[in-house]
């Protein structure tokens, strides 16, 4: 059995969200001196664990549930015969379980907060697109890549590391969740057309395209104005500005969203909107350490 089709239900190009995160609650964790280096790792393997086990379990559902039929997207491997549905099932079901495994040790250095927050986050990864009520099919999915890829594991990854709940961490998350929510948005509006038919109702799908457009504006918005907020407030030092230096690229990504109507033009705007998370998250963070 060769790896590639694996790799490519992974979807490499995402897994920068899983990164962001624990990038950013790490350095916080460093500037408040509790930053502890097995805390790190485990936490960014868990996090690109339950990344890569959402990412399967979507390839899967979506498949079960007819989603994919006209895809207009990157291969889905269920869907394209690369792989059947029962070795992914059961490579969704190892992923997730090496993730709960980690998260053990996360859970002997945290206690009773990191399991809950590692058992949602898991929950939600499976419930994104299975059960009767699938959180991307419910208009969610947005709100999901926010809250758990976004304040969660922000939030999260500080709490493992200091065992306190961080302020700074909370208002860092945001823009984080911001960033990673905008590449969701735009997987959706390019399926706008193909998920209406299907009856998957996300949240494009309930607003139109306008509205997704602006959401995407608004969103990248908020992201860039944290923080200088946080550096003018003194929260933070005045290098937590540091992500305002890919502020070019996030207008190029907007004018060019506004400009995209075909399928195919969003494809590589959503691996820019991805590339932006990274390169924004990784500035964050470098701003944040002092």
Same mark, same amino acid.
């Given at each position: 059995?060769?790896?590639? $089709? +694996? @790799?490519? /239900? ?7 969200? /899983? ?14 001196? =509790? ?61 997730? =379980?090496?993730? /709960? ?12 907060? @990191? ?6 986050? &898991?929950?939600? =990864? &499976? ?12 208009? *969610? ?5 926010? *809250? ?16 306190? *709940?961080?302020?700074?961490? &909370? ?11 905008? @590449? ?12 209406? @038919? ?22 990248? /918005? *908020? ?17 937590? &500005? ?5 502020? $070019?690229?996030? +207008? ?39």
């Amino acid at each position: 059995m060769t790896l590639r $089709p +694996w @790799i490519i /239900a992974a979807r490499p190009r995402t897994l920068p969200a /899983a990164v962001v995160p624990v990038l950013v609650g790490s350095a916080i964790a460093w500037r408040q001196g =509790g930053f502890q280096l097995p805390v790190f790792i485990a936490a960014l393997a868990a996090s690109v664990l339950i990344q890569i086990g959402t990412n399967y379990a979507n390839d899967l559902f979506d498949y079960l549930k007819g989603t994919d039929k006209d895809r207009q997207g990157p291969t889905r491997v269920t869907q394209s015969g690369l792989l059947s549905p029962r070795a992914v099932a059961t490579g969704t079901a190892i992923v997730f =379980g090496l993730a /709960a495994l980690i998260g053990f040790y996360l859970v002997t250095i945290g206690g009773l907060p @990191i399991l809950i927050i590692g058992l949602l986050s &898991i929950l939600a =990864g &499976i419930g994104y697109t299975a059960g009767p009520y699938p959180l991307a099919y419910i208009g *969610l999915g947005d709100a999901f890549a926010f *809250l758990f890829f976004g304040v969660v594991a922000t939030v999260g990854t500080t709490l493992a590391h200091t065992g306190r *709940l961080d302020p700074l961490s &909370i208002a860092a998350s945001v823009p984080v969740g911001c960033l990673v929510m905008n @590449i969701i948005t735009v997987n959706n509006l390019r399926d706008i057309p193909t998920d209406r @038919i299907a009856g998957k109702h996300t949240l494009a799908v309930r607003i139109g395209e306008q509205a997704t457009r602006a959401q995407f504006g608004i969103s990248t /918005a *908020l992201a860039y104005a944290i923080p200088p907020a946080l550096a003018l407030a003194r929260v933070a030092g005045p290098l937590a &500005i540091l992500p305002v230096l890919t502020l $070019p690229l996030a +207008w190029k990504l907007i004018r060019d969203l506004w400009s995209a109507r075909e399928a195919r033009q969003f494809n590589p705007i959503l691996g820019r909107s991805a590339q932006l998370h990274l390169w924004f998250g990784a500035l964050f963070a470098i701003g944040l350490l002092p």
